[in-house]
């Protein structure tokens, strides 16, 4: 069917284009309504008098003049002027007109080749060349999967180290993979021509196949290059589809494979698979090769695993923003998330004057459907009463700041020194950024409730004394809010004010408290903490049970520091309850198994002075009894 449909509009391409001259003569016998025929046609008046007035000539003769003239003076000719012309009313010609159409027919089907043939025609003419000009196919490889140009299979087979296959081995699966797919759809011969044009050593070969499909291939398909798979259907699902839309960028982009692979390892690659990236390292191309197939496996396997590949993304300044994409589509779609809607608008902006911006700061997300009669605006589920209300404080007190800063002048670059000197884990995520407000972003992704020393900073440094007041009462109202704030009434609450990535294990650190929590607030956890380390340290989470958890977050590049910090001051840690100390997934330190370490060291000691006294005791026997016999 679909077939059918291309040839008929090939039909009606080759009816706009030009007649030749031959065909003209031998199926256009108006006999003397030449002239009429010349008249529709748009010859010239005196040129058709001056053909009349040849002597010597028949209307057959005048009527190949006719044409001749009308093919060298009109660049619009067509077949289709033709058949029209002869129908018209005037020289009611429709026995020729319908035999000159059906010959018109016979011969485009002799010369017609459906578009996939022609296609795989185009593909196939280029395809020594590009056999000789693919110097990175592996690369291409990854910039097709993006483009849904090959399969899954395909570019596991390219992304697969093998020393047994050669570079020619994998030009050959490549170049087959994509005649293949060029068989399949046509249209995606334009998507692969694009590809190739994208890439310095075929971008020649690219051109010349876009301009051939051009010129071969109907362009009335409004589907000739295809988009990006829509994100839909499982976690699993939307998870792989946003990667596989964000492979051709990710592929051109890690530079520093390794450094990814060790922060993603045990939490999404193997060993196995960290010890091939390093194996690779010589070859950029190749570890990031190795380092994405890994990604790819286990995003397919559990969904979660995006979450902390974009984590790691967005620790380094060349894919930072590919990161932050992923996760803004991500956040979208993933039905996991399951956040509540609840009105509150009416208690935060009693007097209706909110601002879409301002709406937005309560919780750092861009999740107000605008011009919607009812406003509402997505917050944690369950959120306490408490929580809810120092949320919408600090969201009042950022867009009156943001509003501040916004309106001075402060140069944007100066502001991103400040804050990647004072926190340089937020260098990445800054590195591409040069607007007020999307620096703002990232500042307001750096506090939580209870912490607003970025924002403090930038105040202070800038002396913006506007904004100052509005950060003293806010931090006026944490205070409060710290002092009042029971341990067990935290349980489930989100201090963050924007919602990130996962946070990899390696940068999680629980502190376990013997504290009750019917008793302990969240000033007295801050009062503890507040003793290791101030910018890089960040309280995320309290719970409990029988005793305080409090779940922490620390930049990979400062867990070292805040180990050291945590043991010089175990003493007074230990006093003041602290009963674990965990990093990611291992405890590094357990006060109960200090405890019974320093029992069995006690019970070695007592044993230990036991045997001694007793050897002692023997010793003086055996001289008691060696001086008797020396004596008798």
Same mark, same amino acid.
């Given at each position: 069917?679909?077939?059918?449909?291309?040839?008929?509009?090939?039909?009606?391409?080759?009816?706009?284009?030009?007649?030749?001259?031959? !065909?003209?003569?031998?199926?256009?016998?108006?006999?003397?309504?030449?002239?009429?025929?010349?008249?529709?046609?748009?010859?010239?008046?005196?040129?058709?008098?001056?053909? #009349?007035?040849?002597?010597?000539?028949?209307?057959?003769?005048?009527?190949?003049?006719?044409?001749?003239?009308?093919?060298?003076?009109?660049?619009?000719?067509?077949?289709?002027?033709?058949?029209?012309?002869?129908?018209?009313?005037?020289?009611?010609?429709?026995?020729?007109?319908?035999?000159?159409?059906?010959?018109?027919?016979?011969?485009?089907?002799?010369?017609?080749?459906?578009?996939?043939?022609?296609?795989?025609?185009?593909?196939?003419?280029?395809?020594?060349?590009?056999?000789?000009?693919?110097?990175?196919?592996?690369?291409?490889?990854?910039?097709?999967?993006?483009?849904?140009?090959?399969?899954?299979?395909?570019?596991?087979? %390219?992304?697969? %180290?093998?020393?047994?296959?050669?570079?020619?081995? *994998? *030009?050959?699966?490549?170049?087959?993979?994509?005649?293949?797919?060029?068989?399949?759809?046509?249209? =995606?011969?334009?998507?692969?021509?694009?590809?190739?044009?994208?890439?310095?050593?075929?971008?020649?070969?690219?051109?010349?196949?876009?301009?051939?499909? #051009?010129?071969?291939?109907?362009?009335?398909?409004?589907?000739?290059?295809?988009?990006?798979? #829509?994100?839909?259907?499982?976690?699993?699902?939307?998870?792989?589809?946003?990667?596989?839309?964000?492979?051709?960028?990710?592929?051109?982009?890690?530079?520093?494979?390794?450094? $990814?692979?060790?922060?993603?390892?045990?939490?999404?690659?193997?060993?196995?698979? /960290?010890?091939?990236?390093?194996?690779?390292?010589?070859?950029?191309?190749?570890?990031?090769?190795?380092? /994405?197939?890994?990604?790819?496996?286990?995003?397919?396997?559990?969904?979660?695993? /995006?979450?902390?590949?974009?984590?790691?993304?967005? *620790?380094?300044?060349?894919?930072?923003?590919?990161?932050?994409?992923?996760?803004?589509?991500?956040?979208?779609?993933?039905?996991?998330?399951?956040?509540?809607?609840?009105?509150?608008?009416?208690?935060?902006?009693?007097?209706?004057?909110?601002?879409?911006?301002?709406?937005?700061?309560?919780?750092?997300?861009?999740?107000?459907?605008?011009?919607?009669?009812?406003?509402?605006?997505?917050?944690?589920?369950?959120?306490?009463?408490?929580?809810?209300?120092?949320?919408?404080?600090?969201?009042?007190?950022?867009?009156?700041?943001?509003?501040?800063?916004?309106? =001075?002048?402060?140069?944007?670059?100066?502001?991103?020194?400040?804050?990647?000197?004072?926190?340089?884990?937020?260098?990445?995520?800054?590195?591409?950024? !040069?607007?007020?407000?999307?620096?703002?972003?990232?500042?307001? !992704?750096?506090?939580?409730?209870?912490?607003?020393?970025?924002?403090?900073?930038?105040?202070?440094?800038?002396?913006?004394?506007?904004?100052?007041?509005?950060?003293?009462?806010?931090?006026?109202?944490?205070?409060?809010?710290?002092?009042?704030?029971?341990?067990?009434?935290?349980?489930?609450?989100?201090?963050?004010?924007?919602?990130?990535?996962?946070?990899?294990?390696?940068?999680?650190?629980?502190?376990?408290?013997?504290?009750?929590?019917?008793?302990?607030?969240? #000033?007295?956890?801050?009062?503890?903490?507040?003793?290791?380390?101030?910018?890089?340290?960040?309280?995320?989470?309290?719970?409990?049970?029988?005793?305080?958890?409090?779940?922490?977050?620390?930049?990979?590049?400062?867990?070292?520091?805040?180990?050291?910090?945590?043991?010089?001051?175990?003493?007074?840690?230990? =006093?003041?309850?602290?009963?674990?100390?965990?990093?990611?997934?291992?405890?590094?330190?357990?006060?109960?198994?200090?405890?019974?370490?320093?029992?069995?060291?006690?019970?070695?000691?007592?044993?230990?002075?036991?045997?001694?006294?007793?050897?002692?005791?023997?010793?003086?026997? $055996?001289?008691?009894? =060696?001086?008797?016999?020396?004596?008798?």
């Amino acid at each position: 069917m679909a077939q059918d449909v291309h040839k008929e509009r090939s039909f009606d391409a080759f009816l706009s284009s030009a007649p030749l001259l031959p !065909e003209l003569v031998e199926h256009i016998d108006v006999g003397t309504k030449w002239h009429l025929l010349g008249t529709l046609l748009h010859v010239d008046d005196k040129k058709l008098d001056g053909i #009349e007035q040849l002597q010597g000539h028949d209307d057959t003769s005048k009527t190949l003049k006719m044409f001749q003239h009308w093919l060298t003076t009109t660049p619009t000719a067509s077949r289709r002027q033709v058949l029209e012309a002869l129908r018209k009313r005037v020289v009611n010609e429709h026995t020729v007109a319908n035999k000159y159409e059906k010959y018109l027919k016979e011969l485009h089907d002799t010369t017609y080749a459906p578009p996939s043939t022609e296609a795989v025609s185009i593909f196939q003419m280029n395809i020594q060349s590009l056999n000789k000009a693919l110097v990175s196919p592996v690369q291409v490889s990854q910039l097709l999967y993006c483009k849904r140009c090959i399969s899954e299979a395909t570019l596991d087979e %390219m992304e697969r %180290m093998d020393q047994s296959r050669s570079l020619d081995d *994998k *030009k050959t699966i490549l170049l087959t993979a994509m005649k293949e797919t060029v068989s399949n759809d046509y249209r =995606k011969l334009k998507n692969i021509a694009k590809v190739l044009s994208d890439v310095e050593g075929t971008r020649h070969i690219g051109r010349e196949i876009v301009t051939k499909y #051009e010129e071969k291939i109907s362009q009335d398909d409004d589907s000739t290059v295809v988009q990006l798979q #829509e994100v839909a259907g499982s976690n699993e699902d939307c998870a792989s589809n946003l990667l596989r839309n964000n492979y051709s960028s990710l592929s051109q982009s890690i530079t520093e494979p390794v450094c $990814l692979a060790k922060l993603l390892h045990k939490e999404v690659i193997s060993d196995e698979v /960290l010890s091939c990236v390093m194996s690779t390292r010589g070859s950029v191309s190749d570890s990031r090769a190795v380092l /994405l197939k890994a990604v790819r496996d286990a995003v397919h396997s559990n969904y979660k695993h /995006l979450e902390l590949f974009v984590t790691v993304l967005r *620790k380094f300044s060349e894919t930072a923003h590919i990161g932050d994409n992923i996760f803004k589509k991500y956040s979208e779609y993933n039905h996991s998330l399951n956040p509540l809607l609840i009105d509150i608008l009416e208690q935060c902006f009693p007097d209706g004057n909110s601002s879409i911006e301002e709406i937005e700061c309560l919780l750092g997300t861009a999740a107000i459907a605008q011009g919607q009669a009812v406003r509402r605006i997505l917050i944690p589920r369950n959120m306490s009463p408490e929580f809810t209300s120092i949320r919408t404080k600090f969201g009042a007190m950022f867009y009156k700041i943001r509003t501040i800063i916004t309106s =001075k002048n402060i140069d944007s670059n100066e502001l991103k020194k400040l804050i990647t000197d004072c926190f340089s884990d937020l260098k990445p995520l800054l590195e591409n950024i !040069e607007n007020i407000d999307n620096i703002l972003d990232v500042v307001k !992704e750096k506090c939580n409730l209870i912490d607003v020393n970025c924002l403090q900073v930038i105040v202070q440094t800038f002396n913006i004394t506007e904004g100052q007041e509005h950060l003293d009462s806010y931090k006026e109202a944490v205070n409060q809010f710290c002092k009042s704030m029971r341990s067990r009434l935290c349980v489930d609450q989100v201090l963050q004010i924007v919602r990130t990535p996962t946070r990899l294990a390696s940068e999680t650190v629980v502190f376990i408290l013997d504290w009750n929590p019917d008793t302990s607030t969240i #000033e007295d956890i801050k009062n503890l903490l507040s003793k290791l380390l101030d910018t890089n340290f960040q309280i995320e989470k309290i719970g409990t049970g029988q005793s305080v958890v409090v779940t922490c977050y620390c930049p990979a590049k400062y867990t070292g520091s805040l180990i050291m910090a945590v043991f010089d001051k175990i003493e007074m840690l230990q =006093k003041r309850g602290l009963k674990k100390f965990i990093l990611g997934n291992s405890t590094v330190w357990d006060a109960q198994v200090v405890t019974d370490l320093l029992v069995e060291i006690n019970d070695l000691k007592t044993a230990l002075k036991d045997r001694d006294e007793a050897i002692m005791s023997t010793e003086i026997e $055996l001289a008691t009894l =060696k001086e008797k016999s020396e004596s008798r």
